[in-house]
């Protein structure tokens, strides 16, 4: 089961209404992803974190008709960014896979939401420099890429990435 818990700011923006939490989630692979709405230099982003891993997914949201399936896109968005993180493409489907169905949540840890905080700064920043150094077109990957290697003090100051490989090797 796919268990994404939302802000209040995304739950209204979606028009999602939030269930209670389950008593025993099904624990997967990638567990449980808090997601959050940014508002940076006028574009609308969705940042994704997962909760055992830190892993960070920031989406931008082009227009309107991309927030239809909030599922669907992120399921497509972090099957890529896996991929591209060095975790080979059969066990990223594989566990994809367990994801069904989704359930929308109010967020329970406050520990992750003020992750998502400093994320969401450290976003912030990685964007303003691509700006400053003459990109025109800010390349998210990057900023993926960047935010998930940020050593992390709860997980043992270990890069958000190099966790989430370890959740693939483990399980």
């Keep these: 089961m796919l268990l994404l818990q939302c802000t209040r700011k995304v739950s209204r923006l979606f028009g999602l209404k939030l269930q209670e939490l389950p008593d025993n ?19 609308d982003f969705l940042l994704f974190v997962n909760d055992p891993t830190l892993y960070t997914l920031p989406i931008f949201i082009r227009d309107k008709k991309q927030q239809g399936d909030l599922e669907r896109e992120f399921k497509r ?4 960014a896996l991929v591209a993180d060095g975790i080979s493409e059969h066990r990223v489907r594989d566990k994809l896979a367990e994801y069904e169905p989704t359930i929308y949540t109010k967020t329970s840890s406050r520990r992750i939401l003020g992750h998502m905080n400093d994320l969401g700064r450290n976003m912030y ?24 290697r940020i050593p992390q003090r709860t997980i043992g100051w ?8 370890e959740s693939f090797e483990n399980k």
């Design 125 to 148: 920043f990685y964007i303003e420099r691509m700006i400053y150094e003459g990109d025109r077109v800010v390349d998210m990957l990057s900023v993926q890429r960047l935010l998930n």
């Design 25 to 43: 989630p099904i624990e997967t692979v990638l567990g449980v992803w808090y997601v959050n709405h940014l508002v940076l230099f006028g574009g």
């Design 77 to 80: 968005r972090i099957f890529y």
């Design 158 to 165: 270990k890069y958000a990435v190099d966790a989430m490989r």
